[in-house]
């Protein structure tokens, strides 16, 4: 029998207002597309901003329906556009935010187990790291150097 002993690392900022300005501009589009989301049985709404290495931002928020495995999470609407309007692209950076429209969401909100999946597929097929920044409605912000951070025993296409 082995054992082993995976680590991850990430790097917190207390407020928005500590992350460098790109960043910050960054997940304030997040926040802005956020308000737009279609969430009216979670009432969790999330809002995802993708920089592309073109300098373009690809934006995207939840969209829920009442047949539930239907809806799509802000981070899949952003990057499955992304890869449909600039499949050349890559990622270089994803900013998420959440809120509740229940009760203030103040701890960082990682992305979904189904959106770490679809992330992973973008990072192995640019071969580029996506730095992923997330929070929730106020609060820290935690910065993931990669997808491979918050997924370390990705599946990917090399099982096939």
């Known amino acids: ?24 501009d960054l997940m304030n589009q997040a926040i802005e597309v956020r ?6 049985y979670s009432k969790f709404k999330v809002g995802a901003a993708l920089l592309l290495d073109n300098g373009k931002i690809v934006l995207g928020s939840n969209q829920e329906n009442a047949a539930y495995p239907s809806g799509l999470c802000a981070e899949r609407t952003a990057i499955f556009y992304a890869g449909s309007a600039y499949p050349e692209a890559k990622i270089l950076k994803m900013a998420i935010t959440a809120a ?8 960082p909100i990682p992305p979904c187990g189904s959106c770490r999946q679809s992330i992973a597929e973008y990072e192995i097929k640019q071969d580029t790291p996506i730095e992923i920044y997330f929070m929730g409605e106020i609060g820290e912000v935690y910065k993931s150097s990669s997808l491979k951070n918050l997924l370390p025993l990705m599946f990917d296409k090399k099982f096939l």
Not at 35 to 40: C, F, L
Not at 100 to 107: E, I, R, V
């Open 1 to 24: 029998m082995k054992e082993i002993n995976i680590t991850t690392s990430f790097t917190i900022f207390d407020t928005i207002n500590e992350l460098p300005s790109e960043i910050q």
């Open 35 to 40: 308000k737009k989301a279609y969430a009216p």
């Open 100 to 107: 509740s429209d229940t009760n203030q969401t103040t701890a």
